[in-house]
T-cell receptor
Framework: NAGVTQTPKFQVLKTGQSMTLQCAQD?????MYWYRQDPGMGLRLIYY???????DKGEVPNGYNVSRLNKREFSLRLESAAPSQTSVYFC???????????FGPGTRLTVL | GENVEQHPSTLSVQEGDSAVIKCTYS??????FPWYKQELGKGPQLIID?????GEKKDQRIAVTLNKTAKHFSLHITETQPEDSAVYFCAASLSGVNYGGSQGNLIFGKGTKLSVKP
C-alpha cells in the first residue's frame, strides 16, 4: 500500500491565483482530513470528511473549499490564494473519526 | 474549545537517557490522545495513542500515561537513540461524538523538538 499520497509536493502561487491540492489514500479509510502546519502554530484542521459524500469545517476553514470525490480522494481548493495561506498542507486518513491517523508527505505552498 | 499545551518546546538528551514530554488539555470530555513523530520534511507519524479508559500504554521503548483528573498526559521514551531525534506532537480529540460541530477535530500541541546526542 502506498498509504496517503499528495500532489503536488511544492507549489508557488501569486496572490489571487487558484489551485487544487490533491490527496488519495489506498487504506480503505472512511475519514479524511486536511491540516495546515505553520511555524509555532502546530497543526490545525481545515476541513474533514467523515465518510464519502460528507464534509465539515474544522478549525481554520476560511479561504478553502473541499471535495470528497470518492472514498479514496479528498481535494482542497484555494479559490483566491492569499499570502496568509503560505503553509505546509497535510492530508490524513483514518478508519474512525478521531482525527489524524495516517498522514501524507505534505505540500509546501508559497503565496507571493 | 479544546486547548492543548505541550512542554518543553525543546529537549536535548544523551543517547541512552530517557526523555519525557508532557501535555495538558482543557476539555474534560476529550477521550482520545495520540502522539506523533515528525522527521524533517516528512508528515507526522502516529507512534502511540491512548484512550480515556486506559491509564498507561507501552510499546517497546515508548509509553504514554494519562491522568484524567489532572487532565494531562505524557510521552516517555527510554534508552533514547539518535534516530529518535525529531519533533513530537501530542494531540487530543473527542472520538465518536460531535465536538463543536467538528467531529474528529484533533487539537495539536505546538510540538517538542527532541535531540538525542550520541
Amino acid at each position: 500500500n502506498a498509504g496517503v499520497t499528495q500532489t503536488p509536493k511544492f507549489q508557488v502561487l501569486k496572490t489571487g491565483q487558484s489551485m487544487t491540492l490533491q490527496c488519495a489514500q489506498d487504506m480503505n479509510h472512511n475519514s479524511m482530513y486536511w491540516y495546515r502546519q505553520d511555524p509555532g502554530m502546530g497543526l490545525r484542521l481545515i476541513y474533514y470528511s467523515a465518510s464519502e459524500g460528507t464534509t465539515d469545517k474544522g478549525e481554520v476553514p476560511n479561504g478553502y473549499n473541499v471535495s470528497r470525490l470518492n472514498k479514496r480522494e479528498f481535494s482542497l481548493r484555494l479559490e483566491s490564494a492569499a499570502p496568509s495561506q503560505t503553509s505546509v498542507y497535510f492530508c490524513a486518513s483514518s478508519f474512525g473519526t478521531s482525527g489524524g491517523g495516517l498522514f501524507g508527505p505534505g505540500t509546501r505552498l508559497t503565496v507571493l | 474549545g479544546e486547548n492543548v499545551e505541550q512542554h518543553p518546546s525543546t529537549l536535548s538528551v544523551q543517547e541512552g537517557d530517557s526523555a519525557v514530554i508532557k501535555c495538558t488539555y482543557s476539555d474534560s470530555a476529550s477521550n482520545y490522545f495520540p502522539w506523533y513523530k515528525q522527521e524533517l520534511g516528512k508528515g507526522p507519524q502516529l507512534i502511540i495513542d491512548i484512550r480515556s479508559n486506559v491509564g498507561e500504554k507501552k510499546d517497546q521503548r515508548i509509553a504514554v500515561t494519562l491522568n484524567k483528573t489532572a487532565k494531562h498526559f505524557s510521552l516517555h521514551i527510554t534508552e533514547t537513540q539518535p534516530e529518535d531525534s525529531a519533533v513530537y506532537f501530542c494531540a487530543a480529540s473527542l472520538s465518536g461524538v460531535n465536538y463543536g460541530g467538528s467531529q474528529g477535530n484533533l487539537i495539536f500541541g505546538k510540538g517538542t523538538k527532541l535531540s538525542v546526542k550520541p
